[in-house]
């Protein structure tokens, strides 16, 4: 007996603390997906089954209907054109300016990095809605109100310096003499930076796409004040005008906002596995 119980496996003593962060999470988890599912099974069902059937319950007669009637209706087509055209020059340009601007912050010596990385970081500090009158001033006196330059080159201003503190903290723990040893063998700053920067940084770049992509689609204060010809609307003040016309008709009001976060959705599921080791590369390292 006593050799059995003395090959017997102790057990593992499960950790009080790591099961409750385990139900914490669960929790949080379940707080976050319940509005989600309100509005996709809200938007699957008529009319009457809304009012007579539970919130979260599934429609019993799924009513596609409702996304393509909500898409006609709410004009989607131009203001999905306007969105992805939007998004689709100011995130890649945003992410190669920023960039190719932390790359010379942290790997070339021009005496006043320091300076200039403040200068640069400034800019994040500021709130953009404290500078949403003299924005539209300058943007009507350069004649681009209502015009995808007008839009998109303030969301530039306003998105490069966060994104050069975060690819700055990742370039400046690349050695020097990497970049040192490149420059004797003949390379061009533009070489270094495409073939040995670029894909190293590929997990902080894919990070920093999800952030830009989502914030951009679903901007909305600056797009109010910049884009007031309904033709130049983006998704979020399509939404806005069409929540204010068929606000009585749920199925297709919550039809509409599932349009309008899908694309963002499927972006960050397709990025998200870069996007901690992504973040927390730039933020931690230098």
Do not use: C
């Amino acid at each position: 007996m006593d050799d059995m119980s003395s090959t017997e496996t102790p057990r593992k003593r499960r950790d009080p603390v790591l099961i409750g962060l385990w139900i914490s999470l669960v929790a949080v988890a379940l707080i976050w997906l319940a509005p989600v599912v309100f509005i996709t099974f809200t938007s699957l069902k008529s009319e009457a089954e809304i009012f007579s059937s539970a919130a979260f319950a599934f429609p019993a007669d799924v009513q596609w209907s409702n996304y393509s009637v909500a898409w006609a209706k709410g004009n989607f087509n131009q203001t999905f054109v306007n969105s992805s055209v939007i998004t689709v020059v100011k995130v890649p340009l945003g992410l190669l300016i920023s960039a190719m601007a932390a790359y010379a912050l942290a790997q070339i010596n021009m005496g006043w990095n320091k300076l200039l990385l403040v200068f640069v970081l400034f800019g994040a500090m500021i709130p953009f809605q404290v500078m949403l009158a003299p924005l539209f001033t300058l943007v009507n006196s350069m004649g681009l109100i209502d015009t995808y330059p007008g839009i998109i080159l303030p969301y530039l201003a306003f998105g490069v310096p966060y994104q050069v503190f975060i690819l700055h903290g990742f370039f400046r723990a690349v050695p020097k003499e990497l970049t040192e040893a490149a420059l004797i063998d003949g390379a061009s700053h533009f070489t270094i930076f495409r073939r040995i920067f670029l894909p190293v940084s590929l997990p902080v770049l894919s990070a920093l796409l999800i952030l830009d992509f989502v914030s951009t689609w679903n901007e909305f204060a600056m797009a109010l004040v910049l884009l007031q010809d309904k033709n130049m609307w983006n998704l979020p003040l399509g939404l806005m005008s069409y929540q204010g016309q068929f606000s009585n008709n749920y199925g297709q009001l919550n039809a509409a906002i599932v349009m309008t976060v899908l694309p963002a959705t499927i972006v960050y599921l397709i990025f998200q596995r870069y996007f901690v080791s992504g973040l927390t590369s730039g933020a931690v390292k230098g």
